[in-house]
Structure formats: C-alpha cells, structure tokens
C-alpha cells in the first residue's frame, strides 16, 4: 500500500469515527434537521398495517433461517427490529399479526417482538402469535407454510425480512397471484434477487439494518442513518480520490 492510500485510509476512518460519534446526538439535539432518503418498503408498511386492519386481515412477518448465535445474528436482530415496528402497527386490529420462524434461536426474538409491540399499545400479548416452523436451513418446507397463510387468511400482508434462499419465490408469487402485498428482503444474494423481482417496495442492502430510524420517532436511530447515508458518500469520495491520485501518479 503505498504512502498516499495509507493517508487517505487513515483519513476515511478518523472522519468515519468522527461522523459516528457527533451526527446521532447533533440529529436528538435538533430534529428537524434530518431528512432521510426516502425508502419505499418502510413507507408502505404502517399503510399497509392500516389496510389489513380495516380489511380483518393479518400481517404475517417472516424471519426465515435468522437466528441467534450464528453468522446470522446481526440478521435476526434486525429482523426483530422490523417485526417489532410490523406488529405494532396492527396490533389493534381484529386479526392478531403473526410472527414466523425456522430458527429454534430465532424463537425468543419473534415472541419478544410480539411482547414488545403489543405492550406499546398497553395490550395484553395473544398467545400463538409468534410461530416455530422448524423445517431447517432455507427450506422449501417453510415456504410452503408461509403460502398456507396467504390462502388460508384470505390474502394477509406478507413481510419476508430474514433469511431467506430462492425458496422465497413461493412465497412472492402466492402473495402477487392474490393480490397481497409482499415485502421481501434477505442478506443471500440470490434470495434478494428473487424477492425484489416479486416485491414492489424491496430492502436491498444495509436498509434491512434501517427500521427503527424510519419507522420510529426516535432521534438517535435517525441520526445513525444519516451518518450512514454520509459515511457511504465519504466512501465513494476515497475511492475516486485514490484512483485519481494513482491515474495522476502513473502520468508523471
């Protein structure tokens, strides 16, 4: 590594240190200065909560092979996030929203999720809510329980947020054939592609990490996407930067 990227690395991560640290408590200190970029999924969800409340449908959230302990851990997390803000946004409705799972560790954070959303609205939790499917690691056999529900419950709104592989077609295309909005994200690449050709409002990428700073009012949470969204544009200044000064260096 030459002395010029060194300087330029050092740079990225002392401003990355620096953005963390101050732009969340700049942003809890002065709220209306955060303007998130606009993203679609998470727009579409407390509308479509409201939709399936009026209609007496259920929500069905689904988290797939995340689970605790593993690779996926940071995966699971963020899909309790996004299953939290899901059921509370249907919590008064007449249908109980469900929460799924194929991972036995992934169980504790579905029920708390549940726990939590309906303790927002001072409501005593259902039981069954929130639902072991253990039919293993990115399995077909989920999937096709998942499509039971869509049949089953009259066309409930589907959030797929997990881990999920190609199997995650069935689901999509038995929510697209009935008419029922479909959500669908994943950290597998070939999932990911198959859930954005069936969605119409996809996660792609880190805003799979992003639901509590759009779908709550707390500051901090927007704060740290912000940072993200800066900390993303100083990336791809560094990188030009670098291959300018090389192109420039290669010149002279």
């Known amino acids: 590594m030459d002395t010029t990227t060194q300087v330029l690395s050092i740079l990225v991560l002392l ?18 200065s955060a303007v998130l ?3 679609a999924a998470y727009a579409a969800i407390p509308a479509m909560a409201t939709t399936a409340v009026e209609a007496g449908q259920s ?3 689904g988290m797939g092979d995340a689970g605790v302990g593993g690779e996926s851990t940071l995966l699971a997390i963020a899909a309790e996030a996004v299953a939290y803000h899901t059921v509370a946004a249907a919590a ?3 249908r109980m929203p469900v929460v799924t799972t194929s991972s036995g560790t992934g169980l504790p954070l579905a029920i708390e999720a549940v726990r939590a959303a309906f303790r927002e609205h001072n409501l005593p939790a259902p039981s ?4 072991w ?9 989920y999937a096709a329980a998942m499509t039971a529900y869509v049949a089953a419950d009259r066309s409930p709104t589907q959030v797929m947020v997990g881990r999920f592989g190609p199997e995650i077609a069935l689901i999509g295309e038995a929510s697209v054939r009935r008419g029922a909005p479909f959500i669908g994200a ?11 050709a069936f969605s119409k409002t996809p996660l792609i990428g880190e805003e799979l990490f992003q639901a509590s ?7 901090v949470r927007r704060g740290e996407a912000v940072a993200m969204d800066i900390l993303r544009w100083l990336l791809i200044a560094a990188v030009i930067a670098v291959a300018a000064a090389r192109i420039v260096g290669a010149g002279g």
Not at 17 to 32: E, K, S
């Open 15 to 32: 401003i990355g240190l620096i953005v963390t640290a101050i732009v969340p408590q700049f942003v809890r200190r002065r709220r209306d």
């Open 37 to 39: 970029r606009r993203q």
């Open 59 to 61: 929500m069905i959230v």
């Open 92 to 94: 008064y409705g007449d």
């Open 128 to 131: 069954g809510s929130a639902r």
């Open 133 to 141: 499917i253990p039919a293993g690691s990115r399995s077909l056999a």
């Open 186 to 196: 994943t950290d597998r690449l070939d999932g990911q592609a198959v859930a954005y």
């Open 213 to 219: 700073a759009y779908l709550s009012d707390r500051a």
